[in-house]
């Protein structure tokens, strides 16, 4: 007896056509480390390196300034102060102008 011979499932028909996606997408993407960056951050924390006290602060350096991109805005607890609208900036202007001629009492 013989299987009866099957030509695979047809989801698998096209399987590697996807792959062509996938390489685009890695190629545009923008990381956030350079090279030198992230082998900077790698360098010290990686176990078997002994970095030197200006590499772990190259490193701090780096971490610390990409820190808004690495985190999640929930996570950052930072609160950020509302920008004045113009008409805001306007009356303090104004404020600040008309109390400078005034004499002191």
Not at 10 to 28: I, K, M, P, T
Request: hydrophobic share 35%; glycine share 8%; net charge positive.
């Amino acid at each position: 007896m013989r299987l009866p011979r099957f030509g695979g499932a047809a989801y698998a028909v096209n399987f590697d056509n996807w792959s062509g996606y996938r390489e685009v997408g890695l190629e545009h993407r923008k990381g956030v480390f350079t090279p030198a960056e992230y082998n900077a951050i790698l360098r010290c924390l990686h176990p078997d390196t002994h970095p030197t006290t200006g590499q772990k602060n190259e490193a701090f350096r780096l971490w610390h300034e990409h820190k808004l991109l690495l985190m999640s805005q929930k996570e950052d607890a930072r609160q950020y102060q509302r920008l004045p609208t113009v008409e805001e900036m306007m009356s303090m202007a104004a404020t600040k102008a008309g109390g400078r001629g005034s004499p002191k009492q």
